[in-house]
DNA sequence: TTTATTTACGAAACCGGTTTCGTAACAACT
DNA sequence: AGTTGTTACGAAACCGGTTTCGTAAATAAA
């Protein structure tokens, strides 16, 4: 691919390989006079280090893993550019990885990145991961991992994620005062922190109000929108019909949406729905949807700050080993007026 | 990171190193037994192959860069989508690249992907490119280029497009037959391909009906949401007042709607809006948005086709340098009903 | 003036695979 | 028996930077 090497350089001005190499990385040992020919040479003929030989010999790869469950959701779009402008800053460089919420996907992944290819790894997992060896695996072989959002409970990594029980059990306090009396929750694999942490910030309003959560106001959905979409209408369809409706993910509001059109519920008039989202759009939506709104670049960027930290081998500053960065709930007409 | 190297393996089967790596690669120059021997060990141990030394001695990263403006738009998303899927079954990688609209970003990453970090890559040029110098610079090290979406004319590498000048024809034709008189038209920067050919379209469409496209009602947008905003508002709120718009980017249609919400002004009774977008959420909006969606999917799957083709050297394929591939209308109620 | 230290550079090992080339052992063919 | 060919493996060069170590020359200290 590349022509000019630290050799050709060497040549052209009658220096060593070491020397050249020593003048790039401005090292002590060089003169002035000899760094700044160097410098001026390789500026004229563009000469760019091979990273693949830096990183063989330096055992680093000034690289970092970012292994999310999917790109086409607003929360990881906003957390992407949290870390990347915060590792950019360092010289560090992104690789995504998309597990596209499959545990067999994610697995293969981090098995991969055993092999050096990044120093770290951010993370946030998928909604069927059950187990977290493969974690574990990677964390054995040096390579330091942060989560964030998505967690693990028993994994001995940083974590960065949202007050997730607290915002749930205000969405749903903002349901019941509103007149809800049936609210339903839908979420995703109860493995998920946070949609067990979710459920239960939910749970605990209702316990508050006493209502007893039942088991058939809870849904837990899928990765394929076509299940869900028929487990949201039978939802809305039993006898005990929900009047209100937590959804614990993105994905999930527009199903709700379009299930209650297609079975003429009027939201927020029969319906009233909150939903976890940082989708923009939100505001714009028929109704504008009440949300839970996460901080999602800041998560990305505490994220990667701590893992650079990791990386730096710094000491962890108090608390990073689980920072917790409030959302904000967003009241929209989805939740407008008493029932 | 990594500690078993194939020097590990060959040490513990009191083989050579070469031995050990031919096996691996499944030469045959190895005998059956040896490479089961080897590779049972390998599996058991874990090991990796470290993929720098790999490239730096093949010359190969087996990484593909994809530059693009963001990540938070559907249609880089699910394009991404289509990408990966197709690389990944090839052995390849993605290496995803944010330009955030930025030229000069645009132009430091062409630079250093000029390093030999990737094999090849796929790009959509920013929205305040202005040159293509920065992609020749790239072409000339003999890193093969496929442009998707928003392309470069000057430029000889392969594209991947939407039928844009038709399709914007066409949403233009639809406002018109559906009593729209005074058509905005949104785009960004006109350097950029799809803003440029879009425009066209709607010129076409406009003096297909005699009317002559007026400056006034043609507007080039920024990267910056709150100049867009200013900028919308005061083309609604002059003498002139367009009842119809074609917005060329995804990004612009919230945007409208807010603007109109905050004028008063109804969709589609006072304006009628139409926007080129993959948002899944189109059909959710207040009212539901009528848009000109692309093949997102497609489209990357297509440009990674191409580029693979490149990088093993095949031939191109006939109408591989510019596969053109439709987008379509989808109407809502954005345009619903007669002017 | 002699010795100690600093400065500025080069030679060579090294990172971990890959590939070329050489060769011992054995089979096959005159 | 002698020649040719094949099989299966090892030694070593190689990719392109980085780093250690050694050293000649210049400078400082004794």
Redesign the pocket.
Known sequence: M?Q????ALAREL??????I??A??DSH???P??KSRVLQLAARLNYQ??PY??S????KSRNIGIVIPEVADSFFSLAINGIDATIKAKGYHSIICLTHEDFSNEQAILKELQNGRVDGVLMSVSSETTSGKHIRALMEQHVPVVLFDRVLTDIPSAQVITDDMASSYNATQHLLRNGCKRIAFLGLSQQLSISADRLRGYENALRGHNITPSPKHILTCTPDPKKNMALIKKLLQQKERPDGIVAAVEKLAPLVYQACGQLSLRIPQDVKVVCFSNLELAGLLQPSLTTVTQPAFEMGKKAAEVLLRLLDSKPLQKGDMQVVIASRLVERNSTNGKI
Do not use: F, H, Y
């Open positions: 590349q000019i090497t630290i050799k009658n220096l060593s390989v070491s020397t190499s020593k790039l990385r040992e060089i003169s006079a000899t280090t091979n030989a830096s063989l010999r330096g055992k």
